[in-house]
């Protein structure tokens, strides 16, 4: 048994013996938990990931005559400035309100632009008040004039989370990054054996005053973060999934921007990757043991993203020993792997906090109050409007050609019933392939005319049993007017058009008075 | 200039994706620069040179920003060609001559490290 105050009379005598996470794993397995709880001192673990939970308080100091800001740009993305008067939050999720630019430059770049110390064009706006008679200002920002800027995290350093393939047969651009169709890659995000909370997997010593490295610089927990989560199933006393997470705070005046960066995940969205370190006491031989923790004991779930619902499909088990090999093999395929997250920064990370630990300029802080460990679940949000199926649809009665029909019967069916779309199929109603009017058109002008030979062979369909609202976002993905329904026997069972899906909407909004 | 509409037809006809990068078309012919994916590929480029168009890969050079690169992996598994390794110090590079120019990577590095150029 070891205190706090003791580990930091070693690191000021020069006597700490201080290793990484990854260090330890090896020095367990070869001495014993007992023996490395005599000799270790301080474990270093480290992360460097994407964590879009992510921003920071700005003061920017009253102007002559002085404004009540009440909007505020930071090189035109929006800050949150509902706090006081010259106070505000820019979120690192938040894209540039310039539609040209979006998600290619948000908060998370203002906040790496300000490490880096570059002036940042500031436009606020007022209602203006007897006090605060200003009503609009234009300026420029840095690092330097700005009073305070105070990184404070909701949501950083999650322990372990889910990975990520894609089952579908169409590409896909997830916070988790791009997923190849038909499970061709797997993206996967923890640092794994280095990742801090998974070497405290009880928190027994992390907690609200935890001191710890924070983009280069020392910083704070602060509480558990947002969706912090004990009941998460383990398994070799490490959660399986996305649990526990920590609410940060740091000095970005201090922050190094070597470990911080503004990044963007295409067709997602703006995100900060946040460099991490948390020394680990090595307060007796239990904590040595779980700071043993290696890369094949921690399991890690494959989910489906191409399932946009709140609980994915999980595919597979695997362990990031695994995952870190570059390919997992599922039902005999190998599928190649890759992380999101850095696992170089994150070792970089872990050593410079050792060398920081080493030379005394970093001791360690007694937290006020230990992390709950237990009895934290996040709620979902439950909506309040009920997500419509497709079959709840009320469809025009089904009308279908077969690929032998001549297109001049199949322009008359179209004109009588005033559709767009004809789903082709074979004698059992399965779905060969769809025409649209556009296509007819097309086909009378070439000369031609059987309908196999101006259908479209690809089709994009729609299943019974999916919410309308994904419906719309498949129909926007690919500028389409319409898809045919198909049942789980694979059987065309109508159309959906953009149609009826406004015309719900529009329904719907009446209702609820939007 | 082949005077068929074989864009149009290898849509319908083949599985396949593509994207038109450039296009320089006057009356007396013209070229494209297309990227073919999907798993018709294939054959559907044989498709388009037996209607009489000439394909030629284009040869393309990937290169890595080391200052903007955060070593994240990203890019590796989307590789069709596996040219993006990780090293043994967790280093991430980008094989040059294995490279066939398909942009996945450029697209999806999320801090824009990694380009191709012609
Ligand atoms: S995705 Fe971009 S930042 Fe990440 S390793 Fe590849 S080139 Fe580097
Ligand atoms: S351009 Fe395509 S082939 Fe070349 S390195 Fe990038 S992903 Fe690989």
């Known amino acids: 048994m070891k205190t706090i105050e003791e580990i930091n009379q070693r690191i000021k005598d020069g006597d700490a013996v201080v290793v990484t996470a990854a260090e330890m794993t090896q020095i367990v397995k070869e001495n014993g938990a007992d023996k490395a709880a005599d000799e270790i001192d301080v474990v270093t673990t480290g992360t460097f990931g994407a964590m879009c939970s992510s921003g920071a308080f700005l003061n920017f100091g009253h102007t002559d005559p002085p404004i009540k800001m009440t909007k505020t740009y930071l090189n035109g993305v929006e800050a949150y400035s509902g706090i006081a008067a010259v106070d505000s939050y820019i979120g690192a999720t938040q894209p540039s309100r310039i539609p040209e630019i979006g998600i290619d430059y948000g908060g998370a770049h203002v906040i790496e632009d300000l490490i880096r110390g570059k002036d940042i064009e500031l436009i606020a706006s007022s209602y203006g008040t007897d006090c605060y008679p200003l009503t609009d200002l234009k300026t420029h920002v840095n690092i330097e004039n700005l009073n305070e800027a105070i990184m404070v995290n909701p949501r950083n350093c999650y322990q372990n989370y889910a990975a990520a393939i894609n089952t579908t047969d169409e590409i896909i651009y997830t916070y988790m990054g791009t997923l190849l169709p038909n499970m061709g890659n797997v993206s996967f995000s923890s640092a794994g054996v280095l990742s801090p909370l998974l070497n405290d997997p009880y928190f027994q010593t992390i907690g609200m005053g935890t001191k710890i490295f ?66 680990i006491p090595i307060i007796n031989s239990d904590i040595a043991q779980k700071t043993a923790i290696s890369d094949e004991d921690i399991v890690c779930q494959i989910m489906d993203y191409g399932t946009p619902k709140r609980s994915k499909p999980v595919v597979m088990e695997s362990n990031y020993k695994q995952l870190r090999s570059g390919s997992v093999e599922i039902n005999g395929v190998e599928i190649e792997t890759s992380p999101l997250s850095s696992y170089k920064k994150a070792l970089e990370i872990a050593l410079e906090l050792k060398s920081w630990i080493n030379k005394g300029d970093f001791l360690l802080s007694n937290p006020v109050k230990l992390l709950k460990s237990e009895g934290c679940s996040p709620r979902p949000l439950e909506i309040r409007r009920q997500t419509v199926l497709v079959n709840e649809i009320k469809s025009k009665p089904l009308i279908t050609a077969n690929p032998n029909d001549d297109i001049r019967d199949v322009a008359k069916k179209m004109v009588q019933n005033s559709i767009n779309h004809l789903p082709v199929v074979d004698a059992d109603q399965k779905l060969l392939g769809i025409v649209t009017s556009w296509d007819i058109a097309n086909a009378v002008a070439k000369g031609k005319t059987m309908l196999k030979d101006v259908m479209t062979k690809k089709v994009v369909i729609a299943r019974e049993d999916e919410p309308v609202d994904v419906i719309a976002r498949r129909i926007d993905k690919h500028e389409i007017s319409g898809l045919p329904i198909i049942s789980k026997n694979n059987r065309v069972m109508g159309m959906i058009t953009a149609e009826d899906i406004s015309r719900l909407m529009c329904a719907r909004n009446l209702k609820d008075g939007v | 200039m082949v005077n068929k509409a074989v864009i149009t037809d290898l849509i319908k006809n083949f599985d396949v994706s593509f994207n038109i990068l450039r296009a320089d078309i006057n009356p007396k012919g013209g070229k494209m620069l297309i990227e073919i994916n999907g798993s018709e590929a294939e054959k559907g480029i044989e498709y388009i040179e037996k209607a009489g168009i000439d394909v030629s890969p284009v040869k393309r050079v990937v290169k890595k920003d080391k200052d903007l690169c955060i070593d994240c992996g990203a890019c590796v598994s989307i590789c069709p060609v596996k040219a993006i390794v990780i090293e043994d110090d967790w280093t991430v590079d980008v094989n040059d001559t294995e490279c066939v120019g398909c942009k996945l990577c450029t697209y999806s590095c999320p801090t824009k490290a990694i380009k191709v150029v012609e």
């Open chain 1, 214 to 279: 924070m983009c280069g610089a020392e910083g704070y927990v602060i509480g558990e973060g947002t969706q912090h989560n004990t009941e998460v199933q383990r398994k070799n006393g490490v959660p399986v999934n996305g649990a526990g997470t920590l609410m940060l705070k740091g000095d970005m005046k201090q922050m190094d921007p070597k470990y911080v960066r503004g990044a963007t995940m295409p067709k997602y969205g703006s995100t900060l990757y946040v460099g991490l370190g948390i020394p």
